[in-house]
């Protein structure tokens, strides 16, 4: 009965932006850790973004820092991804994660529950 719905992918060109959304149903949204992991062909899942439960802690690898923002509405139950000075590289499936706290945010098995994702292309 947990379900999660990614919205807002599609194509822009380099140094444009997007602004990525993920609907959560059927949890407590506010007692979990949500974050974002992307997935290209030929290359591993990589986690994005990490946000806690309270919203104070966010969490970035190098090759995103500066350029996106994690942020949740919990009134919402809805997690969003802003993503600005897109490159090339950033094309991938974008995927929804949530659980509890415990495990490193960017391990695939911290997370109980994810969405299906939604796909950016970054290209001219």
């Known amino acids: 009965q947990v379900h999660l719905v990614e919205s807002g992918g599609g194509s822009v060109q380099p140094g444009g932006s997007l602004r990525l959304s993920c609907a959560a149903s059927?949890?407590?949204?506010?007692?979990?850790?949500l974050a974002w992991f992307r997935q290209a062909p030929g290359k591993e899942r990589e986690g994005v973004a990490y946000?806690?439960?309270?919203?104070?802690?966010?969490l970035y690898p190098g090759s995103v820092k500066g350029r996106f923002t994690i942020s949740r509405d919990n009134a919402k139950n809805t997690v969003y991804l802003q993503m600005n000075s897109l490159k090339p590289e950033d094309t991938a499936m974008y995927i929804c994660?949530?659980?509890?706290?415990?495990?490193?945010?960017?391990?695939?098995?911290?997370?109980?529950?994810w969405g299906q994702g939604t796909q950016v292309t970054v290209s001219s």
């Open positions: 946000i806690d439960s309270l919203g104070i802690v966010k």
């Open positions: 059927g949890i407590t949204y506010s007692n979990y850790c």
């Open positions: 994660a949530g659980g509890t706290a415990g495990g490193r945010w960017d391990r695939q098995s911290s997370y109980a529950y």
